[in-house]
């Protein structure tokens, strides 16, 4: 796989041909444009995690990613940002460098600190399509919702009791996006909590009959109110704002040079004499200066992550089986846990993090790996089939081929699994046959469809998963399949890129 670099002739020839400094992306796109100047405000400071896009406008590669990309913004609105940088502009270029950009496009997941310092950065090395991207940066969200069980309630209304709370009912077990998007809004200003319907002391407690269902709680003496509108993030903002105001973001900037800045730059927008434009202008360059020293002085360094981030987790039947399961699924591992908090379960899930994010630094190809909840219904059904009943259980499963390994172990340390691992990898062991009834048999279009040199009519993200594959800065390995299973990891991708991440991240 091949880079689209920067050789110094290439860049000379482009910059004087017409438009070479122009951005990618419109003022209308859903993309964030972000440069040197804002990146700190707009981005390393933000509440939210971000994702953004390092770019020339020259880059074929770069181009082909457009489409994907801007559906990825369309699908995060409110949940996250997509951002992207034009490293074409001379102003841009040391930044970029700074940045380790070293070709195009490269794309960089910014996950804010929880208590606020330096956010983490983290290479993004998934499929180039809208849903593997809109994936990956909801992984990343910070999660501030308190779980909320018949056993702690008392202790979450106790807790903080001049501040209001606000609890959401519902039937799932895992936090969705859109209410930790919420809870990011709120933060310090409002507690969000979230309790299942199996929880039938505190659903009995406020009157929940239907789910989901949104309480607040003002504080002090003031009675709950139940939110009647729909679950989606702006009304629901707007309800919850009667008990406090949600942070700002990106940060006011509350310095009188800055004030004087903002104000400069709404005069120079507008129609005036030239002497007026003269003093404007004069006075926004020597702001802007002083803007881009102090904002180099916090970028010199940025926190560069090394180390492994959390595997995907699969929390629906539909997903398990289109991931592992179909009669086209290659080699997938599943760590069913009981709960991702059991230590354990924590020391399994970092074993398995560690690994996969081994062997996408030694640029090797490697199986997906997932965290699979056991509260899961399609997980219930597998384990039984497979007669598998411990609280973290751990198997290799291969629906195309038909085997399944067990991972046996008692000890779910690093050097432990990667020993079973490197045997899956190697083929050695003994291969167990998958029971009956376990693969489904796919109804999807041939995979040939969503292959573009295949196809003659492929959708707009089976044409840009396959073109990216072909020379960009992201290896195949990354994105959790071998290289004999990229094609039909495009297809997966290829069949609906958005749907499934547009339901499951308004669901509460």
Not at 427 to 449: C, F, R, T
């Amino acid at each position: 796989m091949h880079h689209t670099t920067l050789p110094a002739v290439a860049v000379a020839l482009l910059s004087v041909l017409p438009g070479a400094q122009a951005g990618l992306y419109t003022k209308k796109s859903p993309v964030l444009q972000v440069d040197a100047k804002d990146y700190d405000r707009l981005i390393a400071k933000s509440n939210y995690t971000s994702i953004v896009e390092f770019y020339a406008p020259w880059c074929g590669h770069c181009q082909n990613l457009k489409p994907a990309y801007e559906k990825a913004a369309k699908n995060l609105e409110g949940l996250a940002k997509v951002a992207a940088v034009n490293c074409d502009d001379d102003a841009n270029k040391p930044f970029c460098g700074s940045m380790g950009v070293q070709g195009f496009p490269t794309l960089k997941i910014v996950r804010p600190k929880k208590g606020g310092g330096k956010p983490t950065i983290q290479d993004y090395q998934g499929q180039r399509t809208a849903s593997a991207i809109v994936e990956a940066v909801v992984q990343q969200i910070n999660n501030y919702v308190v779980k909320v069980e018949d056993k702690s309630l008392e202790k979450f209304l106790s807790d903080k009791n001049d501040t209001a709370k606000a609890i959401l009912f519902t039937e799932k077990g895992t936090t969705s996006a859109l209410l930790k998007s919420i809870a990011i809004e709120f933060a310090d200003v409002i507690t969000i909590g979230q309790a299942r319907n199996k929880e039938s002391k505190t659903v009995e407690t406020f009157g929940i009959e239907k789910f989901p269902a949104l309480v607040l709680l003002p504080g002090g003496d003031a009675a709950g109110v139940v939110y009647e509108g729909e679950m989606k993030k702006a009304p629901m903002v707007e309800f919850l704002s009667q008990a406090g105001q949600p942070n700002p973001d990106p940060p006011v900037k509350t310095s009188g040079k800055n004030k004087k800045q903002k104000k400069d730059d709404k005069a120079s927008d507008r129609p005036s004499s030239s002497k007026t434009k003269s003093k404007a202008a004069s006075s926004k360059t020597s702001s802007a200066t002083t803007e881009s020293e102090a904002s180099t002085s916090t970028q010199e360094a940025p926190v560069i992550v090394e180390t492994a981030l959390p595997i995907p987790v699969i929390n629906s039947p539909e997903k398990l089986i289109k991931e592992c399961l179909t009669e086209k699924s290659h080699t997938c591992v599943l760590a069913f846990v009981s709960s991702s908090e059991d230590e354990t379960a924590k020391q399994a899930l970092a074993s398995l993090s560690e690994l996969a994010f081994k062997h996408a630094q030694s640029k090797r190809h490697l199986f997906p790996f997932y965290e699979v909840p056991k509260s899961n219904e399609g997980a219930a059904s597998l384990l039984k089939a497979l007669d598998l009943r411990g609280d973290i259980e751990i198997v290799a499963i291969n629906a195309r081929r038909g085997w399944w390994r067990h991972y046996e172990g008692a000890d779910f340390g690093h050097e432990s699994v990667e020993s079973w691992i490197d045997a899956i990898r190697m083929s050695e062991g003994v291969k167990k046959k998958l029971p009956e009834g376990i693969v489904a048999i796919s109804v999807e279009e041939p995979a040939s469809s969503a292959v573009p040199e295949a196809s003659s009519e492929p959708t707009p993200d089976a044409t840009e998963a396959g073109k990216s594959q072909d020379a960009t800065p992201v290896t195949p390995e990354a994105s959790g399949e071998p290289a004999s299973d990229s094609t039909e990891s495009t297809s997966t991708e290829a069949t609906d890129p958005t749907a499934e991440a547009e339901t499951a991240h308004d669901e509460l």
